[in-house]
C-alpha cells in the first residue's frame, strides 16, 4: 500500500520564522503535488515535481523532490500570516487512477 | 470563471433519508472523483470517474453511488445515509488522469444524526 507521510502534523510559529514541512513514503512516485487549503475551501494546487532532485520556487516557497522520488519538502521562508493553512502533498496511485494524500501539515502564522 | 460547483454546502438530516450531493464543472474535463476528508484520516478517494460513463470505486466506496450520465456533472448519492458518513466531502476535476492539477469543489459539510 502506498503511503504519505508528512511531519510535522502541526507548526504553530511566529511571523517571519523559516519552516520545512515534510512528506515521506516508502513507494517511489512518478510526481508529487503540493496543495493548500484554507478553511471553508478545497484544496489549491501549488507545485508539482516530477524529477527526482528538482526544485521548485514560488515566491516565498520552495519544494524539493527527492533524487529516489521518494520524498519531497516544503520551506517557506519568512512565514507570513497569510502563510496559514493546511499543506498537503499527493501522488498517484500504482494504477494511476486516483491521488493519494498525505494526511496534511497544519499551519499557523502569528503577527 | 473556471470552477467546480458542490451543491448543497451544508446538509444535516437524519438516518436512512437518502440524499444526493451536486458536482458539476464547467471545464470540460475528463477526470473527476470525490474524496471525504476526516480529522485524522485526511482526504480519502471515494469513487472516481475517468470519462462519460465509466466509474470505479476509490478506497472507500461503502455506502455510496455515483453516476456519470453527462461530462460535467458527477453526483454522490447516499442511499441510505448513517452517522459514520458524518464528513466534509468534496468533488474534485482535472483534464485527464490524477497527475494534472486537480480543481475542488468548496466543500460539503454532511451531518448525519
Known amino acids: 500500500t502506498q503511503l504519505l507521510e508528512q511531519s510535522p502534523q502541526f507548526l504553530s510559529i511566529q511571523e517571519g520564522e523559516n519552516l520545512t514541512v515534510y512528506c515521506n513514503s516508502s513507494?517511489?512516485?512518478?510526481?508529487l503535488q503540493w496543495y493548500r487549503q484554507e478553511p471553508g475551501e478545497g484544496p489549491v494546487l501549488l507545485v508539482t515535481?516530477?524529477?527526482?532532485?528538482e526544485v521548485k520556487k514560488l515566491k516565498r516557497l520552495t519544494f524539493q523532490f527527492g533524487d529516489a522520488r521518494k520524498d519531497s519538502s516544503l520551506h517557506i521562508t519568512a512565514a507570513q500570516p497569510g502563510d496559514t493553512g493546511l499543506y498537503l502533498c499527493?501522488?498517484?496511485?500504482?494504477?494511476?487512477?486516483?491521488?493519494?494524500f498525505g494526511k496534511g501539515t497544519t499551519l499557523s502564522v502569528s503577527s | 470563471e473556471a470552477q467546480v460547483t458542490q451543491n448543497p454546502r451544508y446538509l444535516i438530516t437524519v438516518t436512512g433519508k437518502k440524499l444526493t450531493v451536486t458536482c458539476s464543472q464547467n471545464?470540460?474535463?475528463?477526470?473527476m472523483s470525490w474524496y471525504r476528508q476526516d480529522p485524522g484520516l485526511g482526504l480519502r478517494q471515494i469513487y472516481y470517474?475517468?470519462?462519460?460513463?465509466?466509474?470505479d470505486k476509490g478506497d472507500v466506496p461503502e455506502g455510496y453511488k455515483v453516476s456519470r450520465k453527462e461530462k460535467r456533472n458527477f453526483p454522490l448519492i447516499l442511499e441510505s445515509p448513517s452517522p459514520n458518513q458524518t464528513s466534509l466531502y468534496f468533488c474534485?476535476?482535472?483534464?485527464?488522469?490524477?497527475?494534472?492539477?486537480?480543481?475542488f469543489g468548496p466543500g460539503t459539510r454532511l451531518t448525519v444524526t
Open positions: 474534485a476535476s482535472s483534464f485527464g488522469a490524477p497527475g494534472y492539477e486537480q480543481y
Open positions: 513507494s517511489v512516485f512518478s510526481s
Open positions: 515535481v516530477v524529477t527526482g532532485g
Open positions: 499527493a501522488g498517484i496511485n500504482q494504477a494511476g487512477t486516483a491521488l493519494i
Open positions: 471545464m470540460n474535463h475528463e477526470y
Open positions: 470517474s475517468m470519462n462519460v460513463e465509466v466509474t
